[in-house]
Each structure stands twice: as structure tokens, then as C-alpha cells.
């Protein structure tokens, strides 16, 4: 079964070239394509694809609000969101912390060789969350420390049970699945149960969301480049 794949960005060179590229690769087809955020919302409910490839700055309606509206949309008709790539030239972590934390599920920069795309796409359809690796150091250090607490709260966090939480701190991790069954000598499948269950409970929109608030509740505490904790 072919992964739907939506692409919105402004300029028209770019947004070809994703759309030829995935036009091109086994396994995908492309559902429509946009020119600004709203265009994005529009097409993302009358076509419900799988994957949302979607810059950052474009007029009308920015990338993460569009972001916003599209898993707002879909969460209040109790169907599955989309899984949204943020794709832009721009790699601060200010960006990537906002677009997580509204339910992006990856983020890759716009020099990103196109067969990792390709492989991105295709991680990010699977259920993992996905950071280019020289931006995730960025973002945890700079940003996370600062909006610790902000979203989610003890009383919230204190609804799980010590093995959801453990989980949750995992995934806070980037552990996959898998990983986490290993760590834990879980199945696969029950760890995936108490992911469900642990964003069921936080409200949480898609996998990238719990690692943000694994930090912001302060599970995680993020650690300087010599190791420190920081506080």
C-alpha cells in the first residue's frame, strides 16, 4: 500500500522537485500539493494523506499553524492524523521546538539529500519521529531547559502508572519501540499499548509531542556538552 504524501511549500522549483521525487520513488503517491498554509489545510481534509511535507514560512498561513489547524481538525473527527515533516531552510532550534510541540513528527532541512528524504518519509509513516542529528543537541540544550513545565504539569504526568512513565522517559530518550520492548523485556506490541495509552492521557497528538514534554516536565533533564545536568 503507497504512502500518500502531501507537499506544501511556497516556492513552486522546490515544491516540483518534491513532488517529482516522490512521483518518482516506489511505494509513494503524491496527493496534492500547495502553495501556502492554508491551501495545505484545505487539501490535507479532502485528500487525508499519510505524510504532510510542509515548510515553515509561507504567506497566508505559516507552516505551523497550518500544522496546528490540520491535527486540530483531525483529532476533533477522531480520525488519525497525518504525519507532518517539517522541511525548511531554517534550522534553529526555536522552530523545531514549536513545530514538535504542535505535533510535527520530524524535521529535515532543505539541503537534505534526497534519498534521505525518501528515508525519512518512510520512518516517519512507521510511527517513529525523526530529527536531523545536528539539530536535536541544538534544540534539547537551548530550548528545552527554558519551557520546562509550561505544557504539562505534575498533576497530569502523576494520571500514568510507573510503567507508562517509564516509557514516556524512554521515548523522551528517542528510543524506538523496539528498543524500549528490549530495555524493559516487554513485547513490542504491549510497549506499544502503554504509548497509546501514555499519549491517550497527555493528549498528545503524535510521538515527537511526548518527547517534548518528557523534557518540559522535567523527566528528562537535559545535560551539557561535558555531561553536567542542567538546571
Known amino acids: 500500500m503507497s504512502i500518500r504524501v502531501l507537499v506544501a511549500d511556497d516556492q513552486?522549483?522546490?515544491?516540483?522537485?518534491?513532488?517529482?521525487?516522490?512521483?518518482?520513488?516506489?511505494?509513494?503517491e503524491v496527493v496534492g500539493e500547495a502553495a501556502d498554509g492554508?491551501?495545505?489545510?484545505?487539501?490535507?481534509?479532502?485528500?487525508?494523506?499519510?505524510?504532510?511535507?510542509?515548510?515553515?514560512?509561507?504567506?497566508?498561513?505559516?507552516?505551523?499553524?497550518?500544522?496546528?489547524?490540520?491535527?486540530?481538525?483531525?483529532?476533533?473527527?477522531?480520525?488519525?492524523?497525518?504525519?507532518v515533516v517539517v522541511l525548511t531552510t531554517f534550522d534553529l532550534p526555536e522552530y523545531v521546538y514549536t513545530a514538535l510541540g504542535e505535533g510535527a513528527s520530524g524535521f529535515l532541512v532543505k539541503d537534505t539529500p534526497p534519498e534521505r528524504i525518501i528515508s525519512a518519509v518512510r520512518t516517519i509513516a512507521a510511527g517513529d519521529i525523526l530529527i536531523a542529528p545536528h539539530i536535536t543537541h541544538r534544540l534539547i540544550e537551548t530550548y528545552a531547559q527554558h519551557h520546562r513545565a509550561t505544557a504539562v504539569g505534575a498533576p497530569q504526568l502523576a494520571a500514568l502508572t510507573a510503567r507508562e512513565t517509564e516509557v514516556l522517559r524512554l521515548v523522551g530518550n528517542g528510543l524506538t519501540n523496539g528498543q524500549i520492548a528490549q530495555r524493559l523485556v516487554l513485547s513490542e506490541a504491549t510497549v506499544k499499548t502503554h504509548v497509546k495509552r501514555t499519549m491517550g492521557k497527555l493528549g498528545l497528538a503524535s510521538r515527537a509531542q511526548a518527547v517534548v514534554v518528557a523534557y518540559e516536565s522535567g523527566l528528562i533533564v537535559p545535560t551539557s556538552p561535558n555531561g553536567d545536568r542542567n538546571r
Open 38 to 83: 492554508e491551501q495545505a489545510v484545505a487539501l490535507a481534509a479532502e485528500t487525508a494523506p499519510d505524510v504532510i511535507l510542509m515548510d515553515i514560512r509561507m504567506p497566508v498561513l505559516d507552516g505551523i499553524g497550518a500544522t496546528r489547524r490540520i491535527l486540530a481538525e483531525r483529532a476533533a473527527h477522531r480520525e488519525d492524523p497525518p504525519r
Open 12 to 28: 513552486a522549483l522546490i515544491r516540483a522537485g518534491l513532488v517529482a521525487l516522490f512521483t518518482a520513488a516506489p511505494g509513494f
